[in-house]
């Protein structure tokens, strides 16, 4: 381990990363960057907003927006009051305007969509927390369907608060391993994105402590999973269909050695479709295959391996697993509800497209379903779908927050343009008292025009019903 630096190098990984980079002024370049801090990042959420519209907003505050030659969304941020509030308690970001995302995690969906027709259907086989997931959406402009998993149960909760932050309304969430999903869904996908589980080499200028349990073996151990993931993921994607192939680590046996045991398990079948055109200066990270290895010092970034694979044709089909789905506790709203609910819907501020989305009911709550997600209903189990739109009651319907976030009509006779010193009660999740004239009895509540709740009006104050799992304390905005 190198004695003058705070991140930790096992000798093991400084032989590997000897034989990776030769040129020794290049070795040198790695180790000096890896030691430094990361710059901070952000993608702003076109669903929300656009760039345009975006950089007027926060224009007043200063921030040094450096715009990221991969997503014409992303941009690398430099701002003089970092220590005195963070990112992630601004305005713009509690209301979902930007998604705080490592520059070089932009990549992947970035050669996702790159010169091809948009997909109909998607999955992210590993999905928390979200940002992938969540750019993916407004890459699809919440059309068609996203299948969004995550194994582990403890991740699952925070890649729905980040869907939802977000505004987005074209995903299902499932809860498995991601090997499942050949088998489960054989080609069902136009396209498929694995950002796999790795040994996170490259995200040590985030993490000085990332190889304290790092070895070869281990490598090894975790290159083999990845070699059932993309052999699952591969089974899953139609003839035709796009594989993008990602990691956040430098090392062969989990980049293109993976990339080249799936060539040799169907020869014929995986087409690599090179980056190198990806963006002006690509080309500094492409390997002679036509993958993107993205070493931290090419562009100031975390270390990133990206891969785009074409399906050519099919391949033999894995065994049919054998499970038990249960009984699907969802049924399709009749017509004339459908009528009540779209019509009430309006009356409050919100509305979305029947032809992209459908209503569902379970017990006494109405759900939204992405129309494009249907046919996969009766072949795995969900742990959730679409948004959850209300519940009912005798007197009506009790819209959720989560709607009220993707759905609000930009021109609803029923917003409320809060003051920001009002929108920070509204976080802390207390009433507000607005001196002014409140235009309904049932309040889409908005801070720089962008909606953030729904509320009743109760005499002359807002009952604040903000999620409590959303509350926040802490320095906020104002």
């Not at 309006?346 to 939204?368: C, P, V």
Request: aromatic share 10%; charged share 20%; glycine share 6%.
């Amino acid at each position: 381990m190198s004695s003058s630096s705070r991140v930790y190098f096992p000798d093991s990984f400084l032989n590997q990363m000897r034989e990776l980079l030769p040129d020794v002024a290049e070795f040198e370049r790695f180790i000096a960057i890896s030691q430094q801090p990361l710059r901070r990042s952000l993608r702003v959420n076109t669903l929300k907003i656009s760039v345009a519209d975006f950089l007027a907003l926060v224009a007043p505050y200063q921030w040094q927006l450096t715009p990221i030659p991969w997503c014409e969304e992303g941009f690398w941020i430099s701002r003089d009051d970092a220590d005195t509030l963070p990112l992630g308690s601004t305005a713009e970001h509690l209301s979902g305007l930007f998604y705080i995302q490592e520059a070089s995690s932009m990549l992947p969906v970035s050669a996702l969509f790159a010169g091809c027709p948009t997909p109909e259907t998607v999955m992210d086989v590993a999905a928390a927390p979200g940002s992938k997931t969540t750019q993916i959406a407004a890459k699809m402009g919440n059309q068609g369907a996203i299948l969004a998993n995550e194994y582990s149960a403890s991740r699952v909760k925070v890649l729905h608060a980040n869907l939802s932050r977000c505004g987005v309304s074209n995903t299902a969430m499932t809860h498995f391993d991601g090997r499942v999903f050949g088998a489960a869904l054989p080609e069902i996908f136009d396209a498929i994105l694995l950002d796999a589980p790795c040994s996170g080499e490259g995200v040590i200028r985030k993490d000085a402590d990332a190889l304290r349990n790092w070895s070869v073996e281990s490598t090894a151990e975790i290159a083999a999973t990845q070699h059932d993931l993309i052999d699952s993921a591969f089974h899953a994607l139609k003839p035709g269909g796009t594989l993008i192939y990602s990691t956040c680590t430098l090392n062969r046996a989990e980049n293109q050695q993976v990339i080249a045991w799936l060539q040799q398990q169907y020869p014929g079948a995986v087409e690599i479709e090179p980056l190198n055109e990806l963006f002006p200066g690509a080309e500094q990270a492409v390997t002679p295959e036509g993958f993107l290895h993205v070493f931290p010092q090419i562009f100031d970034s975390e270390g990133f391996f990206v891969a785009r694979l074409r399906k050519l044709e099919s391949v033999p089909a894995l065994p049919t697993p054998n499970y038990k789905l249960g009984k699907f506790p969802f049924f399709p709203v009749k017509r004339k509800e459908q009528q009540e609910i779209i019509a009430a819907a309006a009356k409050s501020g919100l509305s979305w497209d029947s032809k992209t989305h459908t209503l569902w009911e379970r017990d006494k709550e109405i759900w939204l379903f992405p129309l494009a997600i249907e046919p996969l209903l009766v072949r795995v189990r969900f742990s959730r779908i679409g948004l959850k739109l209300a519940e009912t009651f005798t007197k009506g319907y009790r819209w959720q927050h989560e709607a009220v976030i993707a759905l609000a009509e930009p021109d609803a006779k029923n917003r409320f343009e809060l003051t920001l010193a009002e929108a920070e009660e509204w976080y802390r999740g207390r009433d507000i008292y607005p001196e002014r004239d409140l235009p309904a009895d049932e309040l889409i509540l908005t801070c720089q025009q962008q909606q953030i709740g729904l509320a009743k009006k109760v005499g002359s104050r807002i009952k604040n019903n903000y999620p409590r799992e959303l509350v926040r304390d802490g320095k906020l905005f104002a």
